[in-house]
């Protein structure tokens, strides 16, 4: 079985600062991890996801992920925030390749002027 | 390219009455297809989930079901909404093709009164 914690419902920054929204998962076997961003009222879109390829991973918008096997983490991270970043963010695990995904609670990102 | 719609947008349905959501896929053939629930402050709940016409899969007991009548089209439905069923209702597809990456739908907000 697998699992997800994001640390931190709720994440605020200042535009321009550091963006860092954390993530540990937990599975049995070698994880497929996703990042995912809900604007309100809307679905969501895949940010970018690690598939054991390179463990830094580019998505789009400027965000980027590290997977570190042995902190069992996939945190998210953008050097500069824009007012536009403010969403939700879920990270997301999925053991095999074409397994059930299993979400995080999803973390609320603000970004002020 | 490949396209996801739900329908309706909005709902808002008394206690008791039935429910029925409409999901559709375009662009690819026998995708995996998924109901996903979130409620406020709770995340994604995994409902329903279907690897192929007529074959579904339920993650939670609850009082509402789900269909696939044709390749590309999923129904979730119920005889007696509660209150506990609002929420923001969310479909999604993967295929092989597509390296079974989970593309989500606009969402159907349903309100039980």
């Known amino acids: 079985a697998q699992s997800v914690t994001q640390l931190g419902s709720h994440v605020s920054v200042s535009e321009g600062a550091l963006v860092l929204l954390r993530c540990n998962y937990s599975?049995?076997?070698?994880?497929?991890l996703f990042w995912y961003v809900q604007y309100p009222n809307q679905g969501l879109q895949l940010l970018l996801k690690?598939?054991?390829?390179?463990?830094l991973v580019k998505g789009i918008n400027g965000f980027e992920a590290e997977f570190k096997k042995s902190e069992t983490s996939f945190h998210l991270t953008k050097p500069s925030a824009h007012m536009s970043d403010a969403a939700e963010y879920f990270c997301?695990?999925?053991?095999?390749?074409?397994?059930?995904?299993?979400f995080g609670q999803g973390t609320i990102l603000t970004v002020h002027p | 390219s490949q396209t996801i719609h739900q329908w309706p947008a909005t709902l808002v349905q008394p206690v008791g009455s039935p429910l029925s959501l409409e999901c559709t896929v375009e662009?690819?053939?026998?995708?995996?297809l998924y109901w996903y629930r979130q409620a406020a402050g709770r995340g994604l709940q995994l409902l329903f989930y279907?690897?192929?016409?007529?074959?579904i899969s339920s993650e939670v007991p609850q009082n509402l079901s789900a269909s696939r009548p044709q390749d590309r089209q999923f129904i979730l439905s119920s005889k007696k909404l509660l209150l506990s069923d609002s929420g923001f209702y969310l479909c999604?597809?993967?295929?092989?093709?597509?390296?079974?990456?989970?593309?989500f739908g606009p969402g159907t907000r349903l309100t039980v009164t």
């Open positions: 279907s690897v192929g016409i007529g074959q």
């Open positions: 997301a695990v999925r053991a095999s390749g074409y397994g059930k995904l299993t």
């Open positions: 599975s049995s076997v070698p994880p497929y």
């Open positions: 690690y598939t054991s390829a390179a463990t």
């Open positions: 662009g690819t053939s026998n995708p995996n």
């Open positions: 999604a597809w993967s295929s092989e093709a597509r390296g079974y990456e989970q593309y």
